[in-house]
């Protein structure tokens, strides 16, 4: 094990140095070195073998959401346009409590069937308020500005943007154009705005800590 | 066992229940079809859990005691003898009671037990049983788990787990805040029989879709977002890959697999949509309908506004009639409902009391009112149950409730003493007590045991011939393993003991 340990190590130590642009180590007089620099080693992640995660309760998510999309808390998702989803709709069912008149003073330790579903829903409302907000007004718009505005790279800083906002990092080259191809038609520039956003939003990585 | 959700088998359930309509009011009591069920047939039984919460004694009820009958009728929990009825040729009695206050609150109240028992004493079994913790959650859980007699399993997973499969949601559970919606601590069932919570049953149908009833792009696109999503954006990341075992994952990943989609085809959004369109709940602002069936529903339980239990039963019923679940748990909070209209300030006429306060257990205060007043109201929700699901045809001529078993299901009984003669009384809770069960599936009109008039306490039977035995006091266990047995649930290699008394001559 430490062995396979070392070896990854060093194998990502490599590549860190090929993606900050370093060059390659003088070659040597080997007869046989090309002088062309390898093909990059992908090293999958290792799989933790005890892995540990919690998900979201729908007040975290809902908070969450709320920061990444610069949208007012309330404004998240209401359910039939009154009953908050993450506070009142879907609160045990996302993992919240209620001991005054539900007495639920626990949370559920196994999710319910309803759960991705109603996780969604706060998603498609919130990013769906988001793109309103930024197509009315582009001139001051959070994400969609470019998007809203037509212009030829909206869609790629939508995305880039996106990921910045609820997951802190740069999409990869293969995320970026996978959520690109949501942009074809007979998605309009709005809905895919609203797709985009959603993907990003309920992807494993946004919903678990 | 396979924790998958087989499409065919749901979607195929799922018209089954639609087919069930156009099925008429006018089967009256299937219990000739239930009996004549062939022993082999398979197809799922539904079971219904209503819980008596806080102490529904026996001798309050169908084992109502006539001061006549006992030689401690002044000091044991005797009624006159006219308030006791009984229906012609059954043991199971029934107490009309009226009452201008229950305890110190001033709101009287008339109850009626002689109706419902009128009508289904002929379904009605009682079974005596001495339990084993007068601790509410502890007496709870027993009643469900048969003193934790099978690994721990609850009587609504098994039941789940024997006739859930195919089923969207197995084993919904409609009151909550108590034991006897615990999971159980069988960790070997699969994750589908566990039970899934309803909070409020007015507004958990719309986390049954996830899109419908808000302003997104159109269905076909964000079904293509969520495949993107599924198929090619989590796997490939770097969370997923060093994560992705997590058992808290997986079934994420499992829920968001088969069954979101097949709950959202089959329309459960709409189909378990109780609640009318309204200023309240404006369903047609976001493109939504009511249940096709709400009305019918909201006849029969017309306070279902006002009242949780009503609500409860409502969506219970709604959850049989689509196939989506064939265990429902419902029952009487432990706070106080109050319907009066105009306002507290405006009077609390005769009946505008729902619950009292921490249900059967204010008895504490006030016994014999409270008793009388929530078994009234158990009563009138197992009435309007059983009305809606003798409309419903499952097949062949069989109604739903044909299928189905109705489980009183109660922590304990209470103390037999008063105060000599006292008619406002309080009690404690005691371990001797019975527990009815209603199904066309056993052999009604059938008291298990007996009661000692002189005592107040009820004694057992022989398991398996439901001869009385003076000398026996009846476990949790045999209650449990009797309801599965009634309900034809496989319970091989349990080490549960037989108690084919509590089905009866079928």
């Known amino acids: 094990m430490f062995r396979k340990f070392v070896l990854t190590l060093c194998l990502a130590s490599t590549m860190a140095c090929l993606a900050d642009g370093a060059p390659p180590p003088p070659s040597s007089n080997d007869p046989t070195d090309s002088g062309v620099p390898p093909e990059p080693v992908i090293v999958p992640d290792p799989a933790s073998r005890h892995p540990q995660v919690l998900a979201k309760t ?8 709320a920061t990444a999309l610069s949208l007012p808390r309330d404004e998240v998702c209401k359910e039939l346009g009154s009953y908050d989803c993450a506070r009142l709709a879907h609160r045990i069912a996302l993992g919240g409590v209620e001991p005054y008149v539900l007495r639920i003073d626990q949370p559920l330790n196994v999710t319910p ?6 996780v969604d829903r706060i998603a498609l409302s919130a990013c769906g308020a988001r793109v309103r907000a930024d197509f009315a007004a582009p001139g001051s718009a959070v994400i969609f500005g470019a998007l809203a505005q037509g212009g030829s790279d909206g869609p790629n800083l939508a995305v880039r943007s996106l990921y910045d906002r609820m997951l802190g990092r740069d999409p990869d080259d293969a995320e970026l154009s996978a959520v690109l191809e949501l942009n074809t038609a007979p998605a309009t520039p709005e809905e895919f705005g609203v797709l985009a956003c959603f993907v990003i939003a309920t992807s494993l990585e946004n919903l678990f800590y | 066992m396979k924790s998958t959700l087989n499409r065919r088998k749901f979607l195929g359930t799922l018209g089954a229940g639609a087919a069930g309509l156009t099925f008429g009011s006018l089967l009256g009591s299937g219990s000739a079809r239930a009996q004549a069920r062939s022993k082999d047939d398979r197809g799922p039984r539904f079971l219904i859990v209503l819980t008596g919460s806080g102490g529904a004694s026996i001798v309050d009820g169908c084992l109502a005691i006539r001061a006549s009958e006992s030689r401690n009728a002044a000091a044991i929990n005797t009624y006159p003898d006219a308030l006791v009825t009984q229906a012609s040729g059954s043991p199971l009695r029934a107490v009309d009671f009226s009452a201008d206050a229950v305890g110190p609150i001033p709101i009287g109240f008339t109850a009626n037990q002689s109706g419902f028992v009128g009508r289904h004493h002929s379904q009605m079994v009682v079974a005596t049983g001495t339990g084993t913790s007068v601790n509410h959650a502890i007496g709870q859980r027993r009643a469900v788990t048969g003193n934790e007699a099978w690994n721990g399993r609850t009587l609504q997973e098994v039941v789940a787990s024997a006739y859930g499969e195919g089923f969207p949601i197995p084993n919904v559970h409609l009151a909550t805040g108590t034991a006897f919606t615990e999971r159980g601590t069988d960790d070997s069932l699969p994750a589908w029989v566990y039970g899934e919570p309803v909070a409020d049953p007015a507004l958990w149908p719309l986390a049954l879709d996830g899109k419908k009833g808000l302003n997104t792009p159109n269905a076909a696109l964000v079904e293509r977002a969520r495949i993107l999503r599924n198929e090619r954006l989590d796997p490939r990341s770097r969370f997923q890959q060093v994560f992705g075992k997590s058992p808290r994952i997986q079934r994420w990943l499992s829920q968001r697999a088969g069954p979101q989609k097949a709950i959202e085809d089959a329309d459960l959004i709409s189909k378990l949509m109780l609640f009318p369109d309204s200023e309240q709940y404006p369903l047609s602002r976001y493109g939504l309908s009511p249940s096709p069936a709400a009305a019918r529903v909201r006849e029969v339980f017309p306070n279902f506004e006002k009242d949780p239990l009503e609500a409860q039963a409502a969506m219970a019923f709604l959850l049989l009639k689509f196939r989506v679940a064939v265990s429902v748990t419902l029952g009487p909070g432990f706070d106080l409902v109050l319907d009066a209209e105009g306002g507290v300030r405006a009077g609390l006429p005769d009946g505008s009391m729902k619950n009292t306060p921490i249900a059967f257990d204010f008895s504490h205060q006030a016994h014999r009112q409270t008793q009388a007043m929530m078994w009234d109201r158990l009563y009138r929700v197992a009435d309007g149950l059983i009305t809606l699901l003798r409309e419903e045809e499952y097949g062949d001529g069989e109604s739903l409730w044909d299928r189905s078993l109705l489980y009183v299901a109660t922590e304990f009984g209470r103390t037999r003493s008063r105060p000599a003669g006292a008619e406002d009384f309080g009690t404690g809770h005691d371990l001797n007590n019975g527990s009815l069960v209603i199904s066309p599936m056993i052999q009604g009109d059938r008291v298990l045991g007996g009661v000692d008039a002189d005592t107040g306490l009820t004694y057992g039977y ?17 209650l449990y393993a009797g309801i599965l047995e009634a309900m034809a649930v496989d319970t091989s ?10 089905r009866g001559n079928v």
Request: hydrophobic fraction near 35%; glycine fraction near 12%.
């Open chain 1, 58 to 65: 729908g007040e975290m998510y809902s908070q969450d959401l």
């Open chain 2, 493 to 502: 290699g349990s080490g549960l003991p037989s108690v084919p008394a509590i």
């Open chain 1, 113 to 118: 069937v309803s759960a991705p579903l109603a």
């Open chain 2, 462 to 478: 022989d398991p398996l011939t439901g001869t009385p035995d003076r000398g026996r006091n009846m476990a949790e266990v045999n």
